[in-house]
């Protein structure tokens, strides 16, 4: 009977529409770089914008990796945030972010590594 209410659950959530981004993992994993992406909007235009992160090159950080990526999307629009480069298993990560037509960019991004 668990198992079937697990698979209803995990079946309601995939037909869910979410406009956060979530890769990795952050449970016992240190917080190394977060920020508040902020960008106006343009008039009839989907805004797309470029953020770049890189682990600092300190002998605490040498061997480590990004484990996990969290993209919040604050206006809870069709905003999307995409890795374009890097990502997991790297030592960087490029994410790209998408406004819908008209709107502002506005996302909170947490990077554990």
Do not use: W
């Not at 079937?4 to 869910?16: D, N």
């Not at 960008?39 to 950080?61: D, T």
């Not at 990004?66 to 960087?92: C, E, P």
Request: hydrophobic share 45%; net charge positive; aromatic share 14%.
């Amino acid at each position: 009977m668990k198992l079937y209410a697990l698979a209803f659950l995990l079946a309601a959530v995939v037909f869910v529409e979410c406009n956060h981004t979530f890769l990795g993992t952050n449970v016992n994993r240190p917080l190394v770089y977060h920020h508040d992406v902020q960008y106006g909007s343009k008039i009839f235009r989907k805004r797309v914008e470029n953020m770049y992160f890189a682990l600092p090159q300190v002998p605490s950080n040498i061997g480590r990796a990004i484990q996990g990526i969290l993209a919040f999307d604050m206006t809870h629009t069709g905003a999307s945030a995409n890795v374009t480069q890097g990502g997991l298993g790297f030592n960087f990560v490029n994410l790209r972010m998408k406004s819908d037509r008209g709107e502002k960019i506005h996302f909170d991004v947490y990077i554990y590594a």
